[in-house]
Each structure stands twice: as structure tokens, then as C-alpha cells.
């Protein structure tokens, strides 16, 4: 952050705070029920949709899945791609067991920055568990 104050007169109020990139609220986007080939163009759109601005932090919670495929892991992956593209973050959040397994047989959980509760401080990956 920088605030800078011109040389000017005593009494003239301070420029306006510049920031170097926009600040953004965090998003959360809540998943539940199946997550197959045809839910997986509905989570791409919802989660392009929060990626575009530059540091942009979405949490995917995907709690409440009961059954994941492989290619909306794959859909994560581009999203988190993009995230760091436009130098923000995305981290998924207390992953089901349905998730955990899908993301441990796919191996694709090492490439996702892994929050394993809601309430976790700090992101973990999920190879370092």
C-alpha cells in the first residue's frame, strides 16, 4: 500500500489513497449434491464468473458433495489457473470424502490448495496430510 503526500499547501487535505491493485471481498461458493459432466459447465461459469478481477480469493466449499467425477476436478484446476493468472486465489474447502477420494485416485489434489475444515486458519496442500 503507498500514500503519498504532495509538497503543497498546509491546510489543502491529502490526496486520495491509491491501492495497486482493487481490493475484493473474498467469495465463497457453496457446492452440494453431484458433481459430474453435467454439473461441471454450471461450476466453470460460477466460478469464471469470481476469477476475472485481478486478486480475486474464492473458497469452493464442497461440503455437501455426494458424488464427484473426475472432470470438475478438472474444472478446479482451470480455475485455480486462472485465479493465479489474474494473481488471486482459490482454495477449496472442506472437500467431502466423495472429493477427497476422487481428488487422491485422480492425483489432482496435490495441484489445489486444500483447506480441510471451514474453520481452518491456513491453507494446507493436500499432499503435505
Known amino acids: 500500500?503507498?500514500?503519498?503526500?504532495?509538497?503543497?499547501?498546509?491546510?489543502?487535505?491529502?490526496?486520495?489513497?491509491?491501492?495497486?491493485?482493487?481490493?475484493?471481498?473474498?467469495?465463497?461458493?457453496?457446492?452440494?449434491?453431484?458433481?459430474?459432466?453435467?454439473?461441471?459447465?454450471?461450476?466453470?461459469?460460477?466460478?469464471?464468473?469470481?476469477?476475472?478481477?485481478?486478486?480475486?480469493?474464492?473458497?469452493?466449499?464442497?461440503?455437501?458433495?455426494?458424488?464427484?467425477?473426475?472432470?470438475?476436478?478438472?474444472?478446479?484446476i482451470a480455475a485455480d489457473r486462472r485465479a493465479r493468472f489474474h494473481h488471486g486465489h482459490l482454495f477449496v474447502v472442506a472437500p467431502s470424502p466423495a472429493v477427497e477420494s476422487a481428488l487422491a485416485d485422480s492425483g489432482m489434489g496435490r495441484l489445489l490448495t486444500i483447506v480441510p475444515t471451514a474453520a481452518a486458519p491456513e491453507p494446507v496442500r493436500a499432499d503435505a496430510a
Open 1 to 76: 500500500m503507498t500514500i503519498e503526500y504532495l509538497p503543497s499547501d498546509r491546510n489543502a487535505p491529502p490526496p486520495p489513497l491509491r491501492l495497486p491493485l482493487p481490493m475484493r471481498l473474498p467469495a465463497t461458493v457453496f457446492v452440494s449434491g453431484v458433481l459430474d459432466f453435467s454439473t461441471a459447465p454450471e461450476l466453470r461459469e460460477r466460478l469464471m464468473e469470481r476469477l476475472d478481477e485481478p486478486g480475486a480469493a474464492v473458497y469452493v466449499d464442497l461440503s455437501g458433495v455426494t458424488h464427484c467425477a473426475a472432470q470438475p476436478l478438472g474444472v478446479l
